[in-house]
């Protein structure tokens, strides 16, 4: 089944033309990502899925219409993102940073989310009093993926989650992606890091400028020698 | 200082301070009427100051948005006080009817800034905001004609004080051969209203809407992606802060029995800022204290700087005004740079400032 599906997307920034019609589909369950070079039109893309951006076309998540939607309700439907640099609340604690992700919930099972949260980022558990502005770049994005998993997302909407980081955090940031998809959380990994969020999705859209110019079996697209030269740093030479 | 004040696991002593604060608070007007009535006065301004910083640190404080036109609803209250409890259009409502109208009319003003600065943040708001303020007093000041409604620069005055059943509170009564004077019973009112907008903001800030003022302030883009309605909750700040400066501008108005424009003057905004900063913005306690410290600091000042000069040089070198607001500087600059969060810092602002200290704190 088809959770979220975007057709004829398209992004203006002024006159510019960020993002020109694309269609995206991602499936319940599935990891995707949306892989492309710096300025390909990819944060946007993500950005106006969420509502952050005036956007045009046809969005629809879990059979629903949400074109014209306030960014601020998607949480409440279980659609939510982590922004493009982390976006924590730096002047809070990491545990007032996770209890402000429960923000659109109202049911009782925060607590033991919040235990859940520290029993997989035991680092987090470690620095709960502390403020979220003092933990390392790898601790302050395992603190905003932990904070959108306060929110119970049916989807999950990731930008750029190993940018600035040290190769040894990426890959371990990438572990947790693929863990929380593993538990059900259906994914759409926006990263420039083709090779590792490949490695992990099920199916990649690659996107050049505004525009979509490959997609299929993130398998597939590995092999594929276009996508080795262009982003994989192969081939021709 | 802090475990000195920690009376967690010992509600009685809790209880006993409180109780002696309040008495001491209550009393107070009795002390200083011995000194003399104006410092009654002085101390009902006082109050008057804190209704105001607390209102402004909802807005500046617990949203983080900037604003320099604060007192632009303070004039609201007042003159809205005034216009329905004078000779000027010989209405005359109790105050129970018009302070909650000058509190709204004053929150509907608050939208009416808020509205078109949803977008603008730190110096762009800022400068707006003192814009909307120089405009309402610039309104105030031309609202004379064609239709006569403000009076403009001439102010409105005879206005009717505060009536409680048979007590006018612009007479000086006599309770059990203890003289009470009408600024003596203001100052008890204005305690009474302090208490109420005291237990507001506490309540507030550890409401959701609180968390969610926390969390705009923080990071916008954030907050939205946590499911907050940032458009609704920055609105409500204004509306909220302003309602509270609505209605010390309505209490202003009844003790004054006289409001001109001269009154709400951009200087008046930027005072009220300093309170909040001096304080402590964010901290109810702080910005309570920041706006006792600047409202009496000049005043003593302007009680003791002649004299002094007399006694010292015997005569006057120094022009007192001048002197005092040079004190006046050179404390607000001792305190920034001695205690750059405030003097009682919110816990949150102590936290950025110390964070960038720690040897742990750098980034990877």
């Given at each position: ?5 975007a ?17 995206l ?10 892989i ?15 509502g952050?951006?005036?956007r ?8 629903e ?13 279980g ?13 809070l ?27 997989m ?16 770049g ?33 890959a371990?940031?990438f572990?947790?992606?693929?863990e ?10 926006v ?26 079996e ?14 994989l ?5 | ?18 109780a ?33 910083a607390?209102?402004l ?7 983080g ?13 007042a ?20 302070l ?10 608050g ?8 977008k603008l943040?730190?110096?762009y ?5 003192l ?25 409105i005055a005879?206005i ?20 009470v004077?009408g600024?003596m ?8 209203v302090?208490v109420?907008?005291i ?11 609180g ?30 802060g ?7 501008g309505g209490m ?19 005072m ?17 204290l ?15 700087v002649a ?8 005569r ?49």
């Open positions: 089944m088809t959770l979220l599906e057709r004829a997307l398209e992004v203006h920034y002024g006159g510019i033309r960020a993002v020109r019609g694309i269609d589909d991602v499936g319940e369950g599935e990891l995707v990502c949306l492309g070079a710096n300025g390909a039109g990819k944060s946007s893309t993500l950005r106006a899925i969420c952050l951006v005036a045009s076309g046809r969005i629809r998540y879990a059979g219409d949400i074109g014209a939607t306030p960014a601020f309700e998607l949480p409440r439907k659609l939510v993102m982590v922004p493009e640099g982390r976006g924590i609340f730096p002047r604690t990491v545990e007032e940073n996770l209890a402000m992700g429960a923000y659109a919930r109202t049911d009782p099972g925060i607590a033991d989310d919040l235990e859940r949260q520290y029993a980022f035991p680092r987090l558990a470690e620095r709960r009093r502390q403020t979220a502005g003092t933990l390392s790898g601790e302050q994005q395992m603190l905003a993926i932990a904070r959108a998993l306060m929110a119970r997302p049916r989807l999950l909407l990731l930008d750029e989650p190993s940018m600035g980081l040290a190769p040894m955090l990426v371990k940031i572990d947790i992606v693929r929380i998809a593993r538990q059900g959380v259906t994914i759409l990994l990263e420039q890091n083709a090779r590792l969020a490949l490695e992990i999705a099920h199916r990649g859209y690659v996107m050049e400028s505004g525009a979509i110019a490959l997609s299929g993130a398998r597939a697209l590995l092999a594929d020698p276009r996508v080795r030269e262009a982003y740093g192969e081939g021709a030479g | 200082m802090r475990r000195l004040l920690d009376a967690r696991g010992r509600p009685a002593l809790l209880w006993a301070g409180i002696a604060i309040v008495l001491a608070l209550v009393l107070l007007p009795f002390a200083l009427a011995m000194i003399g009535t104006t410092w009654v006065r002085i101390a009902n301004i006082a109050v008057l100051y804190v209704l105001l607390l209102g640190n909802i807005v500046v404080g617990f949203a948005l900037l604003d320099l036109g604060y007192i632009a609803f303070y004039a609201v209250g003159y809205c006080y005034a216009l329905l409890a004078s000779p000027h259009f010989d209405i005359h409502l109790p105050f129970w009817v018009i909650p109208i000058g509190a709204a009319l004053a929150a509907f003003f939208v009416l800034l808020g509205a078109p600065t949803l943040r730190g110096d708001l800022a400068i707006v905001t814009g909307f303020g120089e405009i309402v007093r610039i309104f105030l000041n031309n609202l004379s004609q064609p239709v006569n409604i403000t009076r403009g620069p001439q102010g005879q009717d004080p505060f009536r409680l059943g048979p007590i006018d509170f612009s007479r000086t009564d006599t309770v059990l051969g203890l003289t004077s600024p019973k203001y100052y008890w009112l204005l305690l009474a302090l109420v907008v237990v507001v903001n506490v309540r507030l800030q550890d409401s959701r809407i968390r969610a003022w926390e969390a705009v302030r923080e990071d916008e883009i954030a907050a939205r992606a946590m499911g907050i309605n940032t458009t609704h909750v920055k609105l409500l700040a204004f509306a909220m302003a309602s509270f400066g609505g209605i010390a202003f108005a009844a003790m004054q029995s006289f409001i001109s424009p001269e009154s709400f003057v951009l200087v008046e905004s930027i009220v800022v300093a309170m909040v900063v001096l304080g402590g913005m964010g901290n109810i306690w702080g910005v309570m920041g706006a006792v410290l600047l409202s009496f600091v000049p005043e003593v000042l302007r009680w003791t004299p002094a000069q007399e006694a010292l040089f015997g006057q070198l120094i022009e007192p005004e001048v002197i005092r607001m040079l004190l006046f500087g050179l404390a607000l600059v001792l305190v920034m740079l001695f205690r750059p969060a405030g003097l009682l810092p919110s816990q949150v602002r102590k936290r950025e400032l110390d964070w960038r200290e720690e040897p742990g704190a750098l980034r990877a």
